[in-house]
Each structure stands twice: as C-alpha cells, then as structure tokens.
C-alpha cells in the first residue's frame, strides 16, 4: 500500500506520462479501429444506478420512458446486449463490482449480516496503489462504509441515516441529486490528477416517488424514477464536460440488478432469479469516444468491470478474479474460443435467510438460463425471453449440461455473521447461536417461485404498520406467521406492531424467535436493543448494541448515546454522541442527541443551534425530516416564549410523522399556556383518536394530570386498560 505521499508522486508520475503512453500504445500490435491499449491515467468514472431492469432502457429497446442523457451517452458508448448481475440485492452485487469475485467467493451473500473482509483486492484499492484519488458517493444505506464495500476509498460519502428507528434499511436513501452534487465537488478537487470515481444512484429502486414532471407524465411510476436517474446522470455527464474531463475519461454505466414488476410474482427483487432481475445494464465509453454505438451480444457479467477497467488503465492484471478483462470487446477484436458458450453464475439466498424458502442459484448463457430449487427450471432465454415456457421436464440436453456445471461450482451457504468469531461469540453470550448445523434445517425447504404471492400479504402487513394501523398489522402478520414460522423479517415486524399494542412479552418474543432464525442479523438485535430500552432494561439494551458492533446502520457511539439518553445520564449521552460526530461529522442523528442532551439542561439556545446543524447539515435547505426533530425544536421555542414559531415545529412534526404521541402532547400543552383550552383538549382528543395506542393513551393522561384534570386523566386511564390491558409506559 502506497504512502500519502508516494501516492501523491505516483500521480504526478501518471499526469506526465499519460500523453506518451496514448501515443504509443497506439502502435501495439491487436489494436483495431484505432483504440488503444490502454489509456494510462485516463479519469475513470463508474455510474450505478440500483435497480434499473435493462429491458427498461431506450437503448435496450424500451419505448414506454425518455431518457435522452443516457441515450446520448449509450451513442459514445460501446453497449453489451447481454450483462448480468450475480445477485439481485445491492450490497454484494456492488461487492462483486468492486472485487470481481463471486457472491461465495467474497462472503457476501446478502445486504444484512455479511461484510466484506480486509482480504481480496478491491478495484478502489488497485487504482489507488497506483497514483489515483478515489472517490464514491452513495444514495442508501444499504452501501455503508460499515460493509467494507467502500475499502480502498479516500473519500466515501454514506451520510444516509434513518429518519426514524424502527424504518426498513432498503428504504433509507437519500435524492441521488445530492449524491451527484457531493461526486462532482469531490471530483473538482482532483481534476488535475488521475481519479476513480463512483456514483450510486436509488433511483429507481421503491418505493417509486418520482418528482414531477415525471410523476404525472408516465404511467409507470418506475419508469418515472428512471427518467429522473436518467436527468441525474445527464448532470454527471454535463459537469464532466463542462470540466473538460469527459473525452479524456472512461466511463461505466450499469445496474446492480433489476426489478421484478411482478413479471413472476415478484414486484420487487432479491427473492427470485429470473432475467428481468438480473439481465442488467452495461454501457462503457471509451476516451474520445471511440467505437461510440457500437455493441457487444455475448454474456458478460458485472464481475467484468474490475478487470476491464485495470486493463484500460494500463495496469498488471490481478490473478484470481471470477470476472474477465472486456476490453478485446471494446476493442471490436473477435471474442475469444468459446466466450459465446460462457455461463454466469447468480445467486440469492435472500428467499432462506428472509423468508424461510430455498435458496436459489442459476448459470445464463447466450442461449438458455437454468435456475437449480427443489423444482429446477430451464428457460430458453432466445426464443422465450419473458421466461414464460419453463423447458426443465423434458431434460433437454441443456438442461442437463447447466446442472451439471452448477453442481460443479463451489457455493456453499454461508450464515450471516459466521466468519467473525469475536461477533459469534458476543452472539453466543447472548443465547443466539445454536450447536445445530447451518445446514440441517435446509432440508425440503419449499421453491421460492411457488410461495412468492405470500410476499404480497407480508407488504400489505408492512403498509398498514408504516400507516400505524397496528391491530390490522398485527393481525395480518399474526396469520401470515401461522403459514410461514420462518419468515425473519415479518417476525420482526409482527414485534413492531406488539409493542405498540402494548403486548410487551409477546413482542419480545417474536424478536428473539427472529434472532434465534437469524444468529447476527444486524437489524434484529438492534431492534432487540431498542425494546430493551423501551422497558428500562438498559445493560440488555447495551449488551445487544455491542453486539450489533459497526454492522448495523448507525456507529456503535450513536447507539450508545441514545442508550444513555434514555437512561438519563447526559453526560455520557454527551460523550458518545461527540465521538459519533468525531468519526462522522455529517451524520445528523448524533447532532439531534447532544441537541437532547442540552435541552435537558435547560440550555435551550445550545439545542437550537444543534437543531439547526442537524435540519441543514451543508446549509442547504432541509431536505429529509427526522423524527423528533421538530418536536424538539417546538419544545424549545416554547420555552424561550417563541410561541407562533414553537406551534409551526409541532404541527411540521405531527405531519410528517403523524404517529409520534410527544408533538400533539405538547402542542396541546402550548394551548392551555395560551389559554386555548378548548384547542388543547381538542389536540388530546386527536392523539388519542387518531394515534390509538398506549403511548398515545399515557402521553394524553400525562398531560391532562399537568394541567389539572385528574378527571378526564383517570377516564383515559380506565379506557386504556380496557383497550390494552397490562400496557405499560415505555421509557425514553
């Protein structure tokens, strides 16, 4: 690994020999149509955008979405027809991305639980060893620093946090205008040197918001989300140029994976392997542009990318990788014996580790996919490109030569947090991890593709819990448990929807069947320690956060602080919080924490100025609200007899978090300071109505017994242990 500073005479070196080394590699023999080599020092820049299906691009031949950017830029571009993901999930696709190693080859199976080690090499790392800055920014959480996914980067930009607690890590992402904006000013700091840099756009992975004009102008609301990737990467393009670096620059554009748009059952992706979840997007320009529109039809595969990009920069090729170099592609040379009968591997054990059904793995080749469950699948990808006619029950001779091969690749399963000992034995003081093999509950576990319309009850119990319709949800999840026991992600959702009914026990023990289903699964033990600070039971709720370590969606310090928040001790609450900042100063959260901390010592000024950090942390405009933030804000205005603007911040709460009790509490409180009484009970009427769980209920009865009317306080107090009998204050 190079030193800062030999890393900075290592750029020099590649600014002053990029002219001559264009010019001579120009006479190596086996170049065609005037394309180089390679192009030493050449800008690299790499496009992801999550979930774009390559059958929904113009330049594939969709006509139902505009994209006029990335038509241009497939013009300049050399466009392969036929490149696959090997895995329909975000993390370890980008993983493959960046190591060139299969899913079983880098240990990283899935978005929660797996991580990548300090071992393979990384794309980043390579260029960065030699002379190049190397910069990335992302729009989900799903890629944090925290996965290894970003090892080899000087500059990984992942200030994505959850604008509440309990909100599923897919849906953690922030607008890939602002991941675009905070690319392009690191790029303009490195301009004058050779540089890698990523983007990653969410778009247009759900839920589907396009902004208008594209929400109104097309039917398909993923369409419109890939009209506005589409506007997003023209910036790209737009600034390169305007910089002068695109000409000069290669530049990959691709998708992780696709989209199911229940072409199979599936509206989304991660459960199945069929094409329209894995054929994805792949363009790559060349400088100058050369062999611009020209397109390549056999296989490739995401794994490609590494090796491509190492042998257009010039540099030794690395042993092992599972991915070849396509630059005789680029090239226009003839494809070597045998790559139109190449097979790509795929893979997702999303449907075991998630869903208690099979895992699934398939090869594609020019002419058939086979997909291996415990009922097999052949489709003749040519003549049937839909995968409608399933092939497998006439054994076809291709079915058999694919099984076969498949038979003969390496994969076995790997559990989530296996490799760790330090996690599996933290794992195991807690009760976690089981003497029984990862393997032993494999067997007969049901094909994915025939359970699949299960997943449509399992969102219609997620909806109506993001909705806070908990006793629909509870039911709804409730029943659908009955029918699937290993469903990991529903038990964790049924906890969820107990809690805020009030049905403590039962809760804790739906999250500990899904811990138990899941050993190490990130999510599950902090949502463990989130219950076990609810209930006051602070040394569990610590033990399961140290537990969870860098692997979960916040750093060990924030989860910490919130831990002593809850428990009163400010200081230390303080003290982690600081540390969070110190590791990652544009995080928010830990700004809303000290923001808490201050306002509980009455230093209302202090909290406000935090607040304030947190609302606009690049002093832009506000653009994601968090929960409590406002309510924070209110409650401080209050104090400081800022009243109109303290009124504003609890109704900002109360809309954009709708269920959150502290907000309509305190505005009701705001009313009787002002002598509004018949606006405060007004205001508690609606929390209890609309809200209609127990925290809504104690906060309601809190409140009337602050301001003086035991009465009404002790008939919400009979009203909740009717509805909710045994429910219990949380704490913090």
């Known amino acids: ?432 991890i089981s003497a029984t093999p990862a393997d032993a509950d494999a067997k007969d576990l049901p094909p994915p593709q025939d359970r699949i319309r299960n997943v449509t009850s399992l969102k219609r119990g997620f909806t109506a819990l993001q909705a806070g319709r908990y006793k629909e949800a509870a039911d709804l999840l409730g029943d659908l448990l009955k029918q699937e026991p290993k469903m990991l992600d529903v038990w964790q959702m049924y906890s969820e929807a107990l809690q805020k009914l009030g049905r403590d026990t039962e809760a804790l023990g739906a999250l500990q069947t899904a811990a138990k289903l899941s050993p190490g699964n990130p999510q599950i033990l902090m949502a463990l320690s989130d219950y076990y600070m609810s209930i006051g039971r602070f040394d569990e709720a610590r033990k399961h956060a140290e537990a969870v370590g860098d692997a979960g969606t916040a750093s060990p310090h924030e989860s910490l602080a919130r831990i002593a928040l809850a428990e009163g001790d400010l200081a230390s609450a303080e003290r982690e919080a600081r540390a969070a900042l110190e590791r990652y100063p544009q995080k928010r959260v830990p700004r809303l924490i000290l923001a808490r901390v201050l306002h509980d010592r009455r230093d209302c000024a202090g909290a406000l100025e935090e607040l304030e950090k947190a609302r606009r942390p690049r002093g832009s405009e506000e653009t994601v609200a968090f929960q409590n933030l406002n309510y924070l804000r209110g409650d401080c205005l209050a104090r400081m007899g800022r009243e109109a603007e303290a009124e504003e911040a609890f109704r900002e709460e109360i809309k954009r978090f709708p269920t959150n009790p502290a907000a309509r509490a305190s505005l009701a409180m705001l009313y009787a300071s002002q002598g509004r009484e018949a606006d405060a009970r007004g205001a508690l009427g609606a929390l209890v109505a609309d809200v209609a769980t127990p925290d809504a209920y104690f906060a309601a009865i809190r409140t009337y017994e602050v301001l003086g009317d035991p009465g009404t306080a002790n008939e919400l107090k009979r009203d909740l242990q009717r509805k909710f009998p045994g429910a219990k204050e949380k704490k913090g």
Request: aromatic share 8%.
């Open 1 to 432: 690994m190079l030193t800062e500073g030999s890393a900075s005479t290592a750029r020099r070196a590649h600014r002053l020999g990029a002219a001559v080394a264009v010019v001579l590699a120009l006479l190596v023999p086996g170049c065609r149509r005037g394309v180089p080599a390679s192009f030493r020092g050449a800008p690299v820049v790499i496009v992801s955008v999550d979930t774009l299906r390559a059958d929904h691009l113009p330049a594939y031949g969709y006509k139902a979405v505009d994209t006029p950017n990335l038509d241009a830029l497939r013009r300049d571009a050399v466009l392969f027809e036929n490149a696959y993901s090997h895995v329909p999930l975000t993390l370890p696709s980008h993983t493959t991305l960046f190591t060139g190693l299969l899913p079983p080859q880098s240990g990283v199976r899935d978005n929660l639980g797996y991580a990548l080690s300090a071992t393979p090499a990384t794309l980043a790392g390579t260029l960065k060893s030699h002379g190049y800055a190397t910069g990335g920014a992302v729009s989900s959480i799903v890629l944090s620093h925290a996965t290894g996914v970003s090892r080899g980067f000087d500059f990984w930009e992942d200030s994505v946090e959850p604008t509440r607690m309990s909100q599923t890590i897919s849906r953690v992402q922030r607008s890939g205008a602002e991941t675009e904006e905070l690319i392009s000013n690191w790029i303009s700091g490195h301009e004058k040197e050779p540089f890698f840099a990523f983007l990653h756009l969410f778009e247009p992975h759900s839920p589907y918001e396009p902004p208008e004009p594209y929400a109104s102008r097309y039917k398909l609301p993923y369409d419109g989300e890939i009209a506005r990737a589409d506007e997003i990467v023209g910036s790209l393009v737009h600034f390169l140029k305007d910089r002068g670096l695109y000409d000069r620059a290669i530049v990959v554009f691709l998708s992780d994976h696709g989209e199911g748009l229940d072409d199979h059952g599936e509206e989304e992706h991660g459960v199945l392997l069929y094409r329209e979840e894995i054929h994805v997007p792949l363009m790559v320009k060349l400088p100058r542009q050369l062999r611009g529109g020209a397109s390549v039809a056999s296989p490739v595969a995401l794994t490609d990318v590494f090796p491509t990009v190492i042998e257009l920069a010039g540099l030794p090729a690395l042993p092992g990788l599972a991915g070849r170099s396509l630059a005789p592609d680029l090239r226009g040379q003839p494809a070597a014996t045998g790559q139109a009968s190449r097979r790509i591997y795929g893979e997702t054990l999303y449907p075991r580790l998630h869903l208690g059904w099979s895992d699934l793995s398939s090869l594609v080749d020019a002419r058939n996919q086979y997909i291996e469950s415990p009922r097999p699948e052949l489709y003749d990808i040519v003549a049937d490109p839909g995968e409608k006619n399933d092939l497998a029950a006439g054994l076809p001779p291709a079915f058999r030569s694919m099984r076969a091969d498949l038979s003969r690749m390496a994969h076995p399963y790997q559990a989530p947090g296996a490799g760790d000992a330090e996690q599996v034995k933290k794992l195991a003081s807690l009760g976690y």
